[in-house]
């Protein structure tokens, strides 16, 4: 597998392994498949801390995914640096932000979206890019109506079957409504979130971060929660 190409980022990317333990040829191959699909290109811009062993993790997926298309770009900064990406949430490194035309698709991700969490990254790159994954159009026009502006971060478990589900689902949304925001957060790797909210299920919804809600839900349910 080539390395990624190289843009002008504060970390140098040669610094990257280009091959990441998560993801084996045939993994490649598929996402090869999804990607060669894309309508527009997407950046990667994440906010990674290279002193420490899961944002190492990180920025190596993220430079192999990278290479798997000329549409997909990568950009990565340092702690220092993470002014240059103020719409993203630095409390919880790393993070990730997908970008389309260089304005934020108000997607992002918190840590390593390993696991059952695969599905949902390449699907946020996949909706983002175009053409993306079909929505009703009734559902399509309930979406569209959402007038108040709306952070959702969508704790989970990389194990997790029904968390990937939820996080595509909210994250859709937020691509199609620039009033949304979606983030995913593997709440494994936050002890300080885990305690605030009292974490013991998941997915776990929070909307605001003040509205709470427990368990799989589709699209057309999380909807109904943010029109209230």
């Not at 997909?72 to 409390?91: F, I, K, Q, R, W």
């Not at 390449?122 to 993306?132: D, E, M, R, S, T």
């Not at 929505?135 to 029904?162: E, F, Y």
Request: glycine residues 8%.
């Amino acid at each position: 597998m080539e390395c990624c190409k190289e843009v002008g980022d504060t970390i140098d990317l040669t610094r990257i392994p280009c091959e990441s333990s998560l993801m084996d040829q045939g993994l490649q191959a598929q996402l090869s498949g999804i990607f060669g699909k894309m309508e527009g290109s997407v950046t990667m811009k994440a906010v990674v801390d290279l002193s420490r062993d899961k944002d190492q993790e990180m920025a190596a997926f993220l430079k192999a995914v990278s290479a798997l298309s000329q549409k997909l770009d990568l950009e990565l900064y340092g702690p220092e640096e993470a002014s240059m990406v103020p719409e993203l949430n630095t409390a919880w490194l790393p993070v990730t932000g997908l970008y389309k035309d260089n304005i934020y698709g108000r997607a992002a991700f918190h840590g390593v979206p390993g696991g059952k969490e695969i599905n949902s990254f390449v699907l946020a790159i996949y909706n983002l890019a175009g053409p993306g994954q079909a929505v009703p159009g009734g559902l399509k026009k309930k979406i569209d109506k959402l007038a108040q502006k709306t952070n959702i971060k969508i704790c989970v478990s990389l194990a997790c079957h029904h968390c990937p589900v939820v996080v595509t689902a909210c994250q859709h949304i937020a691509i199609l409504n620039p009033n949304i925001e979606a983030e995913m957060i593997d709440a494994a790797l936050y002890e300080d979130l885990v305690a605030r909210y009292d974490i013991k299920r998941i997915p776990m919804i929070i909307i605001n971060d003040t509205e709470i809600h427990v368990g799989s839900k589709e699209m057309a349910e999380i909807v109904a929660l943010l029109k209230k």
